[in-house]
């Protein structure tokens, strides 16, 4: 179990919307503004950054493409259930040499169907939610394609060390919490 004391959170600029979905994956704690999300017009949209203690989730070497990998991030609960997936594209906060490697919580933002089984490579998507048909588009943050959930899924951050890659923090809030590691 995570103590609160070893997040982080500290108030960060606001990145334009293009750097931050191409970003290389390097972790900041804190407040980022995107704008330009459709259906928001100029609205900026918040999306809280924050760093838990890092673990290890595989090795770069062993993931094969669209084969996603279950784990539980950031703490065993239900609610930490995650997947770490090799895409066929370049994907916001991605990490690896393709920058195509991101990982996500699968809890769908509405009421929490897990989507853990629902990824679609020839779309990109996690989803449909089996409780009422949501999809996510994991190229750019999770964020809604279709159906009733409004936010965006939570990204996972990633880092890299030579082959290993662990799970260092989350963007968004999971479903079903106050924080990220409260019930
Ligand atoms: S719980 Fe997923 S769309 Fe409602």
Known sequence: MVSKKDETETEVGCLNRRAFLF???TVVGGTVLLTGVPGMGNKAVEARMSRYPRMFIENMSRLKMNKPVRFKYPDKGRNSNSILVKMNEQ???GVGADRNVVAFNTLCTHMGGDMGKTFQKRDAVLGPCPFHQSTFDLTRHGMIVSG?????LPQVLLEV??????????IGLIYGRYDNLKS
Not at 161 to 170: F, T
């Open 23 to 25: 970003a290389s994956g």
């Open 91 to 93: 994907a916001g906060g």
């Open 148 to 152: 009733h959930a409004t936010e965006s």
């Open 161 to 170: 060390e030579g082959d290993d890659i662990y799970a260092v923090g989350l």
